[in-house]
Every structure is written in structure tokens, then in C-alpha cells.
């Protein structure tokens, strides 16, 4: 029997719930931490900050939703362009 116990990797209290970070300082490793609310909450406050200037503005151009089509549907538009054009004439 295996039995895994998660403490939090500052105050290292048993029994205190904790929630897993991934921390990657720009161009380091990548660490995990597990912190339980007290300590994880400077950490959170950052994330509330970083989120809030990370949202675009209004005014940002937000990316089209492409529509995904079948090859029946496309070559149904194909079929309704050709007969809609105008017939050729060959002289």
C-alpha cells in the first residue's frame, strides 16, 4: 500500500488542503510547488493582478470563428456557383 501525503513546501504543516503551482521565472526551470492558502496567497494576489492587465480591451480585435465544413457541404457550394455563373459560350 502506497499513501501519498501533499504538505506545503513552505510552512510544511500536515493535514492543511494545498493547490499545485507551476512557477517559471522567464528563461529558468520550470518548479512545482505545493502551498496551502496562507502561503499561496501573495502568490495569488499576483495572479489577480496579472490577470486584470492580461484581458484585452475593448477596443482589441478579437479572431474570426472559422467555420468547419464537410466535403459534402463544400462540394454542394461548388455545384450551386457552377449553375448559378453564366453559361459559356464556345465559339
Known amino acids: 500500500m502506497k499513501l501519498t501525503l501533499d504538505v506545503c513546501n ?3 504543516v500536515p493535514g ?3 493547490a499545485r503551482y507551476l512557477v ?3 528563461g529558468g526551470a520550470l518548479k512545482k510547488l505545493d502551498l ?3 502561503d499561496a496567497a501573495p502568490l ?3 495572479l489577480t493582478h496579472a490577470e486584470d492587465e492580461a484581458r484585452p480591451r475593448s477596443g482589441a ?3 474570426r470563428k472559422r467555420k468547419v465544413m464537410t466535403l459534402e457541404e463544400i462540394d454542394a457550394l461548388k455545384r450551386k456557383a457552377d449553375r448559378s455563373a453564366p453559361a459559356k459560350n464556345d465559339e
Do not use: F, I, M, W
Open 10 to 12: 513552505v510552512c510544511k
Open 16 to 18: 492543511l488542503p494545498v
Open 24 to 26: 517559471r521565472r522567464e
Open 36 to 38: 496551502c492558502a496562507t
Open 44 to 46: 495569488e494576489d499576483l
Open 61 to 63: 480585435p478579437r479572431p
